[in-house]
């Protein structure tokens, strides 16, 4: 796409400095679109962990390594003459938006969403409940989950939500072995998997089928997943197969494959297959938690009581209204998977607490010339890779408006990096580069071939930077 | 640019398919590999890409090549298209055909049509640029970028 530049802008004596922070999606489509459209840009991304991508490499599930390719274009977004990388600095501690904005023309705030929306119901807290978001960093390699021991010693694990999270998990439990040990996963949750017990997983939402958040893709793979059977209730799909015929194609095939899979008489060879498997899983509507239950003597989860809802409405506006009833589920394992929930990392910026993002119209933080944001933390934590690249270029677009309307003053001169690597030194920060992140990604990539995965990952801050750094 | 294309002659769908065949011939003591042939610029399929500033662009491809594969090799300029790299991940290929031209395009596969189903602006001829090969009889195609924000603000002269 050729820009052209107002002539203000051509002619200035410096180049305009612009900084990002976070390096997932979010951050690296808005920095490409910006290397791109601009000539003269230069482009620094801070990340707080040593390691860059973000939930291209904590969130994405490890058999499903063709979604992470974007990880190349990003690589060769980071190594760009004009882009710099500097991971190990937290924003917000390290270094403030303040000084940021002292030093850099634009600033455009990334980091996605690392919170949790959560239940709050009585026995959210017991062991054997856990977020889906922490379960996801437990097998993704997360520094921060690695402790997280989940115990797998029970039969029947509930997942509460039924979006693509909640299928990776189930998806991710009831896998066999043999497919999980090729992949990326971490070598301590391919352990604990090998010896799970789980052998059931209901998946659980407040609404009804119609109402179901994940894609057609998620759950052909649970259809169709070894060793597993599919167990789902015939009369949540009462009604269901009438209204199908107005409804658009992707919203149709999804339901049509659900139907299939929960009312049809299976052919003889699918029949002998689900008498073979040995786990199995289902999807269960109409149920919102109420309370988690515990063993008296352990106090370990021992089941999670359901409110019984029904239906207000229809399509995607459909409400879910309580009935009074209430069912419980005996199960070992529950994991949360409704949601996850960006946080304020400066007091000084606006935030709406409803919504979890940073007030902004296309990118433009409200009230905050100069900062904007893109991805998550923008519009919220739901997407595939694809809806935050969309959202990533409309951030870099409301910039490059802004610089050649001159809302976004880009004249003066700037320090950009110098001057935040030096506070960083005077701090006791020392950035990781893009260089020394090939260092980690070859030394994981060596330990996995050892082992017949894409990459053994490096599971702690401190080992990341011994490698990085030394 | 480098990197993605030499991934891209790893793993294009169209090649595999050929390349499988030409494998199983070869591993059974014949050899039926046709990437000669398709070097000559008289086997060549004219596409047009109209972008999303309506701009037709004209490039030649070769039999057996994706679209995805054109778009690449011919360095167009498509914001984003193919993040996944042709393995059926994502729905950034979108491509947008008229009616006759998606009925000579042939059957589309549950793999595909579940990833397409993602794709914003879907419509009745859409396909994915990654799953589509070329053939002489696609000579001439007309391929249309759609676009991918719900927030349309391309336009060249700048308003908004």
């Known amino acids: ?470 | 640019m480098g990197l993605v294309t030499a991934l891209r002659c790893l793993k294009p769908r169209c090649w595999s398919r050929t390349v499988t065949a030409a494998w199983s011939g070869w591993k059974g003591g014949e050899r039926s590999f046709t990437t000669g042939k398709q070097l000559r610029s008289d086997n060549k399929v004219t596409v047009n890409f109209i972008n999303r500033d309506g701009d037709r662009i004209t490039v030649k491809g070769s039999p057996g090549e994706s679209l995805l594969d054109v778009v690449i090799n011919e360095d167009l300029d498509f914001d984003g298209f193919g993040a996944c790299e042709g393995t059926l991940a994502c729905s950034t290929c979108h491509l947008i055909f008229d009616e006759e031209m998606y009925k000579k395009l042939g059957p589309v596969t549950d793999e595909e049509m579940d990833m397409l189903d993602l794709a914003y602006g879907l419509t009745d001829t859409s396909r994915l640029g990654c799953q589509i090969c070329l053939s002489k009889s696609l000579e001439g195609m007309v391929a249309r970028v759609p676009e991918s924000v719900a927030d349309i603000r391309q336009t060249k002269d700048g308003s908004s």
């Open chain 1, 1 to 470: 796409m050729l820009h052209l530049v107002s002539g203000q802008a051509l002619f200035s004596s410096c180049s305009p400095k612009v900084c990002v922070v976070g390096s997932g999606p979010g951050g690296f489509y808005t920095a490409q679109h910006l290397i791109k459209a601009r000539p003269d840009v230069e482009l620094d991304i801070y990340e707080r962990l040593p390691v860059p991508f973000g939930l291209v490499r904590f969130g994405v599930a490890p058999d499903h390594p063709e979604v992470k390719n974007v990880i190349n274009t990003f690589t060769q977004t980071a190594k760009h003459s004009r882009c710099n990388f500097y991971g190990n600095v937290n924003v917000g501690r390290d270094v403030t938006i303040n000084e940021l904005k002292e030093a850099y023309h634009a600033v455009v705030l990334s980091y996605g969403a690392e919170g949790n929306r959560t239940m709050g119901v009585p026995g959210e807290d017991l062991a054997g409940v856990y977020a889906a978001k922490d379960f996801v960093g437990w097998y993704n390699g997360l520094p921060n989950c690695r402790e997280l021991n989940p115990d797998l010693s029970c039969e029947t694990a509930v997942i509460l939500g039924q979006g693509n999270v909640a299928l990776d998990v189930a998806r991710i439990l009831l896998a066999p072995i043999s497919m999980l040990k090729s992949t990326d996963i971490t070598q301590p949750a391919l352990e604990a998997l090998a010896q799970s017990q789980v052998r059931r997983v209901l998946i659980v939402g407040r609404r009804g089928p119609l109402q179901i958040a994940c894609t057609i893709k998620e759950i052909r793979e649970m259809v169709n997943l070894p060793g597993t059977k599919p167990e789902m209730l015939p009369a949540d799909f009462e009604g269901i197969s009438e209204v199908l015929k107005d409804v658009p194609r992707p919203r149709k095939r999804l339901t049509e494959l659900m139907l299939k899979t929960a009312l049809e008489t299976p052919g003889e060879k699918e029949l002998e297959r689900r008498k073979s498997a040995s786990r199995s899983w289902g999807f269960r509507f109409f149920r919102s938690p109420v309370e988690v239950l515990a063993e008296p003597r352990t106090n370990k989860t021992s089941a999670i009581r359901l409110a019984v809802n029904r239906l207000e409405g229809s399509g995607a506006d459909a409400q879910a209204v309580l009935t009074g009833e209430v069912e419980d589920v005996t199960c070992g394992l529950v994991i949360s998977s409704i949601g996850y929930r960006s946080l304020l990392i400066d007091p000084g910026l606006p935030f709406d607490s409803r919504k979890a993002i940073i007030p902004n119209s296309m990118g433009r933080i409200q009230h905050t010339p100069g900062v904007y944001c893109s991805g998550w933390v923008k519009t919220g934590p739901t997407g595939v890779i694809a809806t935050t690249m969309n959202n990533s270029f409309d951030t870099a677009r409301s910039m490059m408006e802004d610089m050649d309307s001159g809302a976004l003053d880009v004249s003066a001169v700037k320090s950009g990096s110098q001057s935040i690597t030096a506070l960083l030194r005077g701090r006791g920060v020392k950035p990781v580069t893009f260089a020394d992140w090939e260092k980690i990604d070859s030394v994981e990539t060596k330990k996995g071939e050892a082992e017949g995965k894409p990459r053994e990952k490096l599971l702690s801050v401190e080992e990341m930077l011994q490698v990085a750094q030394t």
